[in-house]
């Protein structure tokens, strides 16, 4: 355990918060219910990936500060070594929904790292390879589509990453994906520890990106 701090628990109210209705109430519900989770989530895993990384890594809350109609379907934090963002870096995210919990290692629309990441892991297929195969993969972080690893051919992801080198919105995440009448029966430790070890499998890929 990084940490002697409280750790918090996703119970099922808080993924019935996305089932409230109006930008305003949802987002009420999101700050006063699930923000403080992530805050505490948010401290504790960049203590360990900052250890891991050897690089100081910052947390970033989802705040939908661009939202002035439709409420969020989803929300999440994000770590990145720019203290400023993430979006323009590969980062680490965990997130939720309606349906489920989600850890990703994320490159997403904003990256310049998605074409030398997707030409060079096309070549070192051997690093993909080791992703575990309980994990899933995502090419658009606003979609709830998910791929799991296990049904991921070589012939398949050759063509996710191919794509990621061409097309501008391409994105690539990969990493777990919980149902949320999973994560409730969870205490906050044993997810946490859930969590920690996922990224720890992701970092490989994250290091992966940032050298590309």
Not at 7 to 23: A, C, H, K, N
Not at 74 to 84: F, L, M, S, Y
Not at 198 to 204: D, F, G, R, S
């Amino acid at each position: 355990m990084t940490t002697k701090m409280q750790i918090p628990v996703f119970t099922e109210s808080d993924f019935s918060v996305f089932q409230i209705p109006g930008l305003e109430n949802r987002m009420e519900a999101l700050q006063n219910t699930i923000r403080p989770k992530f805050e505490a989530f948010g401290q504790v895993i960049a203590q360990n990936l900052t250890a891991q990384l050897g690089d100081e890594v910052f947390v970033h809350i989802a705040k939908h500060a661009r939202r002035t109609v439709n409420p969020p379907d989803e929300t999440w934090v994000a770590w990145a070594t720019n203290k400023r963002g993430y979006k323009a870096h590969p980062h680490f995210q965990l997130g939720l929904c309606g349906t489920h919990l989600f850890a990703w290692f994320a490159l997403i629309y904003e990256c310049d790292k998605k074409q030398p990441f997707a030409r060079k892991l096309q070549e070192q297929l051997q690093l993909w390879n080791q992703i575990p195969k309980s994990f899933y993969v995502s090419e658009d972080h606003t979609k709830q589509d998910v791929i799991p690893v296990q049904e991921v051919t070589e012939t398949r992801i050759v063509e996710v990453l191919d794509r990621l080198s061409k097309v501008k919105k391409a994105e690539f995440l990969c990493g777990l994906v919980i149902p949320a009448e999973e994560v409730a029966g969870l205490s906050g430790e044993e997810l946490l520890k859930r969590l920690e070890g996922t990224y720890e499998k992701l970092v490989p890929l994250y290091r992966f990106a940032c050298q590309a």
